[in-house]
């Protein structure tokens, strides 16, 4: 760094302390075995002073490992994609089932020319696609006991996908006139099934085996899963052995199962429970999101909402991706709250918490009711209170 830098570095932060000149201790390298017999150079582990991990969805106290329901800590993370092993997770009721790759299959049957079977191997000598895209749980919504961020915003992840386009195989097995659905199956205890348009089916539907360059994780479906990009994460079938081309929605009990998620964006730093040292620089820095398309723009407001400033674009802006916003900030030491909303590219706009009320038709003291909540698809304009001692807590419209 030349001094040039470090100079103008040194202009966000109050003096020298701030930068943590001080000496770094450097321990000794143990060489250590982990449980599988691997050491930490043929399998990395992370550094032991990052604690960073998910939690239970139980609410505020729920700190336990739960094996099915799980929330991403994206107040750590940094750029927009989920490290594997953080991504949030939601399994009815089930541990991933243990599936053997060399036995797993996927059939392709119902109104098609040739029913087909395909072992894994077979699926991965067929052409691929790589996409970056997130997967929401349409149950994504704070409660009123939520503290933080991963609380209230941490069924949300974002991964690289590698697979075969789902219209590929389909065309493989020719699809009959008359076939206007597919019902894709799980392989887990309760069968996870769900209905999809075949038109989006044969859009922008793939298979998925691959997950930020490895094989999947159990918890998201390991071999097979299905990607539908955009729709609520319900219809992202993990563990996936059977896709049935049919001429109804038979299993859709609810169309805002197959609606696309609206634009949605949270300020992750800072964000609640987190704690301002002082007043001075911050970089306030968040993820947006559209299940349409790509993020348009962001604008962060540092007063209530009484005046918006477009934020940054920090890194990629991809279709139904996390898209990495920011904004320069200087704290005067004062209570105020914060938000950022965002606009998509077909031009939906992020609702205010009046405006989304007024969609469902309820007033605004309703929008964390049971009734909206369990409506899903909740992605209003979420703020930030900043106390006067630097305290941040999650702004309340009730
Ligand atoms: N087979 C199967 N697929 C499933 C589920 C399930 O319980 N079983 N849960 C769905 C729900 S509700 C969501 S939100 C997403 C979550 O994906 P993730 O666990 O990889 O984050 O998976 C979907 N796919
Ligand atoms: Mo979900």
């Known amino acids: 760094m030349t001094d040039k830098n470090l100079g103008s570095r040194r202009r966000f932060l109050k003096g020298g302390a701030a930068l943590g000149l001080t000496t770094a201790v450097v321990p000794a390298v143990r060489s250590q075995e982990s449980s599988d017999g691997l050491s930490r150079s043929a399998y990395g582990v992370r550094s032991r002073y990052v604690t960073s991990k998910r939690i239970g969805d139980g609410g505020n106290n729920s700190d336990f490992e739960s094996e099915y329901n799980t929330l991403s800590p994206i107040q750590n993370q940094v750029g927009i994609i989920t490290p594997s092993a953080l991504h949030f997770n939601s399994s009815h009721g089930a541990s991933p089932p243990d599936i053997d790759p060399h036995e797993h299959e996927l059939m392709i049957h119902g109104l098609v020319d040739r029913p087909l079977k395909f072992t894994m191997a077979e699926l991965q000598r067929l052409p691929f696609i790589s996409r970056i895209h997130f997967i929401e749980c349409s149950a994504n919504y704070p409660l009123p006991k939520d503290v933080t961020v991963q609380h209230t915003h941490g069924k949300t992840s974002c991964s690289e996908w590698t697979g075969v386009p789902l219209s590929l195989i389909l065309n493989e097995a020719g699809v009959r006139s008359g076939a206007k659905w597919i019902v894709a199956e799980g392989a887990d205890r309760d069968s996870h099934s769900k209905s999809i348009p075949l038109q989006r089916a044969l859009d922008s539907c793939f298979v998925a085996y691959g997950q930020n360059g490895g094989p999947l994780r159990p918890h998201q479906g390991y071999p097979l899963r299905l990607m539908v990009p955009g729709a609520g994460g319900f219809s992202h079938v993990k563990w996936l052995r059977r896709i049935k081309v049919v001429d109804k929605p038979y299993l859709t009990p609810s169309e805002r199962f197959n609606e696309l998620h609206g634009p949605k964006s949270v300020i992750t730093f800072p964000s609640g ?30 007063d209530g909402g009484r005046k918006w400033q477009p934020a940054s674009i920090n890194g990629p802006v991809l279709p139904v991706a996390h898209t990495r916003f920011s904004l320069a900030w200087n704290w005067n030491g004062k209570e105020t709250t914060i938000m950022s909303r965002c606009t998509d590219d077909v031009g939906q ?4 918490a009046i405006e989304f009320a007024r969609s469902r038709g309820v007033s605004v003291d309703k929008v964390l009711s049971r009734e909206v909540r369990r409506q899903g698809h909740w992605n209003l304009v979420f703020p930030w209170k900043i106390a006067s001692d630097g305290q941040v807590q999650h702004h309340y419209w009730v």
Do not use: D, F, K
Request: cysteine-free; hydrophobic content about 30%.
């Open 349 to 352: 706009v992020q609702p205010t």
């Open 273 to 302: 429970g987190q704690q301002l040292l002082e007043r001075g620089y911050y970089t306030i820095s968040g993820l947006a999101w559209s299940g349409a398309g790509r993020i348009q723009s962001v604008e962060v407001s540092t």
